[in-house]
């Protein structure tokens, strides 16, 4: 495709976009431009419309009302497939890799260059087996191969929509890499992320949405985090707590105190004991320990054996060898029912996986109320209804698709995930990147509520990406490396520079104990 | 291929070949437990030649097609109720057409056929996509009409075919039973050119994940609607299989076998949820179940018992499957 001097025209011009569905507006009106040669970010609160206006612009969705002009010309798309020729291509939200097929005919399917996909692999340092089944591989990589397939479409515009939340932190400097090489070339990018850091890093302006309408354009200048926060919050939510920016160097948090005690306290009971974990293949003898009161964090690169990890404690799979013990008595799950009987729980990296799509959320959260040992009889509506109204009301979740989960926004579902537990109660809570695509606003709510858990005597095992997470909500955080615990560190001392390296496997050091 | 290997994709890098034996594990298995039954039949009973073979596929013949027609549904994530009548509409009207035809005759009007009982699965599948109304209630419906109307052109068994045609489909080529040539030539005309083509990968995607594959920019609804097409054009083949080995029409001919090319194509290792299989399996699974059904037949066993032992072979080969699938995931 050949490039002309760029017009005084932008790129990709929204105008009053809307969309409904029954009752529920997805998008009041949202209006939107992005420059040739700009990483533009699109930011909002769950649910604020960011995934509808995207599927609008890539023909996925036909909107109510609006329009859509690339450089100048108005656009309409019948179908997904018709966006790549007007030169849009989109990484959606949930992986659009079709699980029964291999790579190649992943490929094959929507007409994409696997010469240029696997360029663009390469240029992220990745390379895959084009045999291998897509079901087959795991999250991240499939986020790369959906990006690496857009790309290799070379639209004009390429929409990223929320492709970081699955990813570790050494793939999401990959992809800016190559998100900085294509801005260099002249052409753009719609970027959706829940982190502020990143939109700080990587864009030049951003659009903020708040309930289906934009609030604000801004150029990412060196203040705008506070800014941003303050229009995607709206001016009700925009208390001083909500302001204070997230990351390392935080300031003083309320937690400070909770975190301290336990750290002097190691005569809390211990909760989860894990002795020589071994999985062929992925874990080579993990031991752990958590008190009650404790969040003890899990930080790993990709693929280093956290997956089986959690899954061997949660009983979604059987360790080769090792010993698990929950309060002091052995625990050898065979399922999850298993491990949640004896209160161990787990908020799964895949809320698709863990959620019932077609039910309500009431239903959702009260799932795991069903699994009680010796429960006959009728379901107790009332005291089900009272549960499940807590746990949406502590989670503040947008209930306004709630008749079925699979129409509520991304983060939305994944609240659900989290909230069914708070209903059902527990001992340990296992949680596999809790905060995956959750806004800012509510993503502290869910480190006060780990907080607060511990703070009740729970235990929580906590894996998360996002490595600046770890100081904010962990009392102390080990580090993973080829299938071993490498390096067990307090939270205060564990920076991001310090945790990138340590998960990198650098400044390795036996475990103690 | 070139670069550091991928994440989490380290340390399991299996052999081409073998990953597809593991891949096709159930094929094999079904393949494998029809070769062993015949050789079984062939200790216990030496006499067998080449005649039991033929009469084995004469006898599959109808049900091989049938299964084939719903594995072309189920692979994109529908199921055909309508298949049995389909069938017999077939039959019907091809044995009321060739009744004074010659050889040459028949096979145009069965190609024609063929074409017109394409074209209403085509309909089926439109209907289907377009009305989203559930495929299972949407065959069912045009099973009754298919059925209706076969029995409203021949509410009495009538019609003939030529005896060319006839052995065309149920005698033998050489020394093959020209039965199985019918297989093969339609898997090789009629299933290979779409199953290697991109409308076959659409259709496979659109079994595995439908919203997934609509969010890739296939075509779902014409993806489906040509599965269906697919399974018309086979259901015309073996309404012609039940015209060639009874040489006449029968509007009831067709109608068992609706269920049991559902349990064909779940036998021969094609997901109900769709996007995973192939077609020799079910092929395999129906020549199984006829041999089954000869062999008790053959023992003496009650007819209408040995249906019953039809159904529980159908339920302990998947059962079996199914634990070790759960075994291998739980390793
Ligand atoms: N098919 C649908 N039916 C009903 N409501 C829907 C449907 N799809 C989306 N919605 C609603 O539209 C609103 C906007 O959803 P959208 O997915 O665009 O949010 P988002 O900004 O991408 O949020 P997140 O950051 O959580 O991904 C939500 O309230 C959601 O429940
Ligand atoms: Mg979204």
Redesign the interface.
């Known amino acids: 495709m050949g490039r002309h001097p760029m017009p005084a025209v932008n790129l990709l011009e929204v105008r009053g976009v809307s969309k409904r569905y029954g009752a529920v507006v997805a998008l009041r009106s949202a209006s939107l431009t992005v420059a040739a040669g700009e990483v533009h970010a699109l930011l909002g609160a769950n649910g604020a419309g960011k995934s509808t206006l995207v599927k609008i612009l890539t023909g996925v969705i036909r909107p109510d009302a609006g329009t859509i002009e690339m450089s100048g010309r108005p656009v309409r798309f019948a179908s997904p497939a018709s966006a790549p020729r007007a030169g849009l291509a989109a990484v959606f939200q949930d992986p659009s890799l079709v699980p029964d097929l291999t790579v190649r005919q992943n490929l094959r399917l929507t007409g994409a260059d696997p010469a240029g996909v696997r360029r663009w692999l390469a240029a992220m340092d990745l390379g895959v087996d084009e045999d291998d089944l897509a079901g087959d591989l795991p999250l991240p990589l499939l986020r790369i191969l959906d990006l690496a397939r857009a790309l290799a479409r070379e639209p004009r515009l390429l929409i990223l929509d929320e492709i970081t939340a699955a990813l570790p932190a050494d793939l999401v400097e990959r992809v800016f890499h190559v998100i900085r090489r294509w801005r260099a070339q002249g052409r753009s990018v719609l970027f959706i992320s829940h982190r502020l850091v990143e939109v700080r890093t990587i864009c030049d302006r951003a659009t903020v949405l708040r309930d289906g309408a934009d609030v604000g354009t801004l150029v990412l200048a060196e203040r705008a985090e506070q800014q941003i926060v303050a229009l995607m919050l709206g001016p009700m939510a925009a208390s001083p707590e909500a302001l204070r920016p997230a990351g390392p160097g935080a300031g003083t948090r309320p937690d400070a105190a909770v975190r301290d005690r336990a750290g002097g306290a190691s005569a809390a009971p211990l909760l989860l004991e894990a002795r020589g974990l071994a999985v062929s293949g992925a874990l080579r003898g993990v031991s752990l320990s958590l008190r009650a009161g404790e969040i003890v964090g899990v930080a790993a690169l990709e693929g280093q054996g956290q997956d089986a990890l959690f899954d061997c404690l949660a009983g979604n799979r059987r360790a080769d060898a090792g010993e698990i013990r929950v309060a002091g008595r052995t625990l050898a799950p065979r399922t999850p029912y298993d491990a949640i009987r004896a209160g161990v729980v787990l908020v799964p990296a895949d809320r698709v996986h863990a959620l019932l799509p077609q039910r309500s959320v009431r239903e959702n959260i009260a799932l795991p109320l069903y699994n009680r040992a010796a429960r006959w009889g009728p379901i107790d509506l009332r005291d089900e209804g009272a549960r499940a109204g807590a746990a949406i009301a502590r989670l503040a979740i947008d209930t306004r698709a709630q008749r079925q989960v699979r129409r509520m926004s991304g983060g939305n579902q994944q609240k659900v995930v989290v909230a069914r537990w708070l209903a059902a109660g527990f001992r340990v809570m296992l949680c596999f990147d809790p905060t995956r695509g959750i806004d800012v606003g509510t993503k502290r709510q869910i480190h006060r509520l780990l907080r607060d858990l511990a703070a009740a005597g729970a235990a929580v095992l906590l894996f998360t990406s996002e490595l600046p997470e770890i100081p904010l909500v962990c009392d102390r955080v080990l580090a993973l490396y080829e299938g071993r615990v490498v390096r067990e560190l307090p939270a205060r001392a564990a920076d991001e520079a310090t945790l990138l390296r340590v998960v990198h496997g650098l400044a390795r050091e036996e475990p103690p104990g | ?13 299996p052999i ?1 070949a073998l ?1 597809a034996v593991r ?1 096709s594990a159930w094929t094999v298995a079904i393949v494998g437990l029809l070769g062993a039954l015949l050789a079984v039949e062939k200790l216990v009973h030496p006499t067998l030649n080449v005649f039991d073979m033929q009469s084995l596929v004469d006898g599959a013949l109808p049900l091989c097609l049938a299964a084939m027609a719903q594995t072309a549904v189920v692979l994109s994530g529908g199921i055909d109720l309508s298949v049995g009548p389909m069938m017999s509409l077939v039959n019907v009207v091809s044995a009321l057409l060739m009744t004074h035809a010659t050889n040459g005759q028949a096979v145009l009007i069965a190609l024609g056929l063929m074409a017109v009982a394409a074209a209403a699965g085509a309909l089926t599948g439109a209907v289907i996509v377009a009305t989203g109304v559930p495929d299972i209630i949407v065959t069912l419906a045009t099973g009754f009409v298919w059925g209706g109307l076969a029995l409203h052109i021949m509410p009495i068994p009538g019609g003939a075919a030529p005896a060319g045609f006839a052995a065309l489909m149920t005698g033998e080529l050489g020394s093959v039973p020209s039965g199985l040539v019918v297989i093969l030539a339609a898997l090789a005309i009629l299933w290979e050119p779409v199953h290697r083509s ?1 409308a076959g ?2 259709l ?2 659109v ?3 439908r ?9 779902v609804g014409r993806a489906r609607v040509t599965a269906y097409a697919m399974g018309g054009a086979f259901a015309a083949l073996g309404g012609f299989a039940l015209t060639a080995s009874t040489t006449n029409g029968n509007a009831a001919a067709g109608t068992s076998y609706t269920l049991t090319s559902v349990a064909a194509t779940v036998l021969g290792g094609v997901s109900l949820a769709g ?2 299989g192939g077609m020799i399996g079910p092929v395999a699974a129906a020549l199984l179940l006829t041999l089954i059904n000869t062999l008790l037949t053959f023992e003496g066993v009650d007819p209408n018992f040995s249906l019953v032992v039809q159904g529980a072979i159908v339920v302990l080969v998947v059962m079996v499957a199914g634990l070790v699938l759960v075994r291998r ?3």
């Open positions: 291929m070139t670069g550091p290997p991928a994440p989490g994709a380290a340390g399991r890098r081409a990953r891949r991109p990968l659409a496979y995607a079994g595995s994940n919203a997934a594959a609509y969010l890739s920019g296939v075509a996007g995973r995931r739980g390793a």
